[in-house]
């Protein structure tokens, strides 16, 4: 039998959102019935070597340079007509209008759009210029009118990149994004002991990019806040991110004394153990599509605090998440985090449930993925 060639086009495969949850994918799908190849601009990404351990292909191509696209273009264009791939897997937002029309060019029969974010912004509160808002308009265009499916992980990211009249259609399927949940649900009761445990502190966990987008420097004045009213509650923040950011958050941590109510951990490959040894989670993102994070929070039981800026279709409804606004300020966030972590854990019960019914496990999300394939 041959297998079915699939074709996935995403940045980097560095570490990110996206990336985990295409190696969810990798990891469940059927080796025997697909072949899945990934492209990536960096010579040795973060998840190369899984990728090929596990029978992936990694095709390295250039960046694309809006000057001179042609090498870009060129590049992908003979990656997917040599490979002759049966499925484009397009991740690039906007982007995918160019990427789905080069698969057009080459003969794949079934392109897909995937949408992840309901917004294109960089955190900072700019207005997109006129030259975007044009560049917009045309990709989405493109996408509609050279993919076969157009997916989306939310209802939110389905409006922002297709339009509210595409998700009426019968080729837009909403798939929410999964995590692993097995190691939340196996360990669900394991008592963690040593780093930040049992030192007087309560934690409370983020995970993110380090990035205007992701919001530290607000978790910045909420810890500037917990640390006035005497609380021994510490955010812990997990991930790297942009340089520029980063010398801001640690500058705000330095110059406010937040030391030990604050701790920059960078990337971690132990985020379940974090959680377990955590009383709470905290997420005031700009904006996000459908948070990976937020779905590992709840399957480790942990209140969350998360701000109203994406899609409340993460919530798996046990009465665990606060939604609160940007605007609400420190004082009232920090209230919120206080309330928190009096709180006790969901029941596991509860949390099983709510992954069944919501399709959260990546299982379940390589299985409808693959039955877009097939």
Sequence with gaps: ?????????????????????????????DKDEFQIDFTSTMEHSYYRDEIERLGGGYIQIPEMNWKKPKEYCRALYQVMKNGKYDVV?????????????????????????????????????????????LYNAVMRSMILKYSTEQVACSTLAGEFLYGKETLKKSSHH???????????????????????????????????RV????????????AAELKARGDKIRILCAGNGDREYVEKVQNAIREGGLSDHMKMLGVRGDVDALMRKSQAFVLPSQ?????????????SGLPCVAANTFSHEVDYEIGTVKWMELSDGAAAWADALENAVRMKRAKKEDVVQAIETK???????????CSLYR
């Design 1 to 29: 039998m041959n297998k079915i060639r699939v074709l996935v086009i995403t940045g980097t495969m560095d570490v990110g959102g996206i990336e985990n949850q295409l190696m969810h994918l990798l990891r469940n799908a």
């Design 89 to 133: 897997h397009s991740h690039e937002l906007f982007h995918s209008g160019i990427v789905l029309k080069l698969a057009y060019q080459a003969g794949i029969k079934k392109r897909i759009a995937h949408a992840h974010n309901w917004s294109d912004g960089d955190g900072t509160g700019k207005k997109r210029s006129p030259a975007r808002e």
């Design 174 to 208: 909403l798939v929410f994004n999964s995590v692993d949940t097995t190691k939340f649900i196996e360990q669900y009761d394991k008592q963690e002991t040593g780093e930040f445990c049992d030192d007087g502190w309560i934690n409370v966990l983020q995970v993110g």
């Design 211 to 222: 990035t205007a987008v992701k919001n530290q420097l607000f978790l910045a004045k909420i």
């Design 287 to 299: 904006y996000e599509g459908m948070p990976l994070v937020m779905i590992e929070a709840q399957a």
């Design 359 to 369: 399709r959260f496990d990546s299982r379940m999300f390589a299985e409808t993925i």
